[in-house]
């Protein structure tokens, strides 16, 4: 063989790799296509499915590429089924990420328009406020580390869109699901406390409220046990994807309080004791 030749082997990888990017990248589009066109969310044809975890993510990250130039940047991440019964009943035993695009971050008091979702649904969460930046090369993190890095804790809200999905099928579409953004379309954020090391963050007890009665309650321990928990989790997944959590950026802590499914005219209003509240309108 004349040196510089590339070998059999070496080519087969090659196209191994590009058929893999080609998989992703439809996969990706198609699901574009689906939000714009307004569709229920399924199943994506066997030729581009997920087939597991690393092809999941690499579909959610090339979606977020497509979508960036009109959802925003990366402002942060979210982490979701935190919870041992949510996990059984996907059939999925592990917490998984998404991230936060920039335009989808709102404040309390936004109203929303249900036009713009396929199916609305809220979780009931804390937020944190990176002051500091995590580095993906110093990976894992401790809680400890992390709670360092934290500068701000706020009531929050995510918005679920989950296209009106079939839960009867969900545990087999859950790699879709998370190639979908995890079904994030974005968090609306209560005020920043500061001064939040003094809080039992395991402890605090939240409500829910829907046009005045309680929906709903939880504590912070309802996600892995604990807040911080579910960021060690969030940080060190999203680190081993060679992604740094920038300073500023807000990281969710997965729902206290079980899924809300809103409709027009339904106001929705979460408190935390010693955090304070948040809350949204839906017409």
């Known amino acids: 063989m004349a040196s510089g030749q590339p070998s059999g082997e070496n080519n087969t990888e090659k196209l191994d790799t590009k058929k893999f990017e080609e998989r992703i990248e439809t996969a990706a589009q198609l699901l574009l296509e689906q939000h714009a066109q307004h569709l229920q969310f399924s199943a994506l044809p066997d030729s581009c499915a997920p087939r597991d975890d690393a092809e999941a993510y690499a579909v ?3 979606l977020r590429r497509l979508r960036a130039p009109e959802l925003g940047k990366t402002a942060g991440y979210k982490v979701a089924l935190t919870s041992t ?42 937020a944190a406020v990176l002051g500091s930046t995590l580095l993906s090369h110093n ?17 929050a809200l995510e918005l679920v869109d989950d296209r009106n999905a079939d839960y009867g ?34 402890n605090l ?11 709903g309650e939880g504590y912070g321990r309802d996600v892995l046990g604990h807040p911080l928990e579910a960021l060690r989790w969030l940080v060190n997944t999203i680190a081993a994807q060679g992604k740094d959590i920038e ?9 206290m309080i079980a899924t809300q499914f809103v409709k027009p005219g339904d106001n929705l209003k979460f408190s ?9 309108s839906v017409h």
């Open 205 to 215: 007890h939240g409500t829910v409220m829907v046009n005045g009665e309680t929906t």
């Open 139 to 155: 990976a894992p993190y401790s809680r400890e580390q992390i709670a360092d890095a934290v500068v701000t804790i706020a009531p």
């Open 85 to 126: 019964v949510m996990q059984e009943m996907l059939r999925y035993f592990s917490p998984f990420a998404g991230p936060l695009h920039a335009h989808l971050v709102h404040h309390s008091g936004v109203q929303l328009d249900h036009t713009q979702y396929g199916r609305l649904c809220i979780e009931c969460e804390l």
């Open 272 to 280: 935390v004791d010693e955090l304070g509240s948040v809350e949204v």
């Open 60 to 62: 959610q990250e090339a």
């Open 247 to 255: 300073a500023g950026m807000v990281v969710m802590t997965g729902t």
């Open 169 to 202: 099928v969900i545990s087999k579409l859950v790699l879709t699901l998370i190639a979908d953004n995890a079904w994030n379309a974005g968090v609306v954020l209560g005020s920043a406390l500061k001064d939040w090391r003094h809080l039992d963050l395991a």
